[in-house]
């Protein structure tokens, strides 16, 4: 079944960075949109990042020129490279999919960014 595992999140001060990891197995990688999403505590879960395509990633506007998503197909792995954390960045992060109209997450990284 599909399975999504995410690694990578901790403690790191405002203006630390992170890398999260994330690896994905039970179904054909290139056939689904991989993406990252966050919820902050008290707040709803939100994009933040995901391929539109092959070579075009989504980010929203709140990380942009911070976050870099990027993939290796070959090892069937997702990243979120995170720079410039600022304390809103808090939350658990998820990585995810869509397959064939579905969406799947895994279970959550917990990102921490004190001031």
């Known amino acids: 079944q599909v399975q999504l595992v995410e690694s990578g999140g901790g403690l790191v001060q405002a203006g630390g960075s992170l890398r999260l990891s994330c690896e994905a197995s039970?179904?054909?990688?290139?056939?689904?949109?991989m993406k990252w999403s966050r919820q902050a505590p008290g707040k709803q879960r939100e994009l933040v990042a995901g391929?539109?395509?092959?070579?075009?990633?989504f980010y929203d506007d709140s990380v942009k020129g911070r976050f870099t998503m990027s993939s290796d197909n070959a090892k069937k792995m997702v990243y979120l490279e995170m720079n410039s954390l600022q304390p809103e960045d808090t939350g658990v992060y998820y990585c995810?999919?869509?397959?064939?109209?579905?969406?799947?997450w895994g279970q959550g990284t917990q990102v921490t960014v004190s001031s």
């Open positions: 039970g179904f054909i990688f290139n056939n689904a949109i």
């Open positions: 995810g999919c869509k397959l064939r109209g579905r969406d799947y």
């Open positions: 391929f539109i395509s092959p070579l075009r990633i």
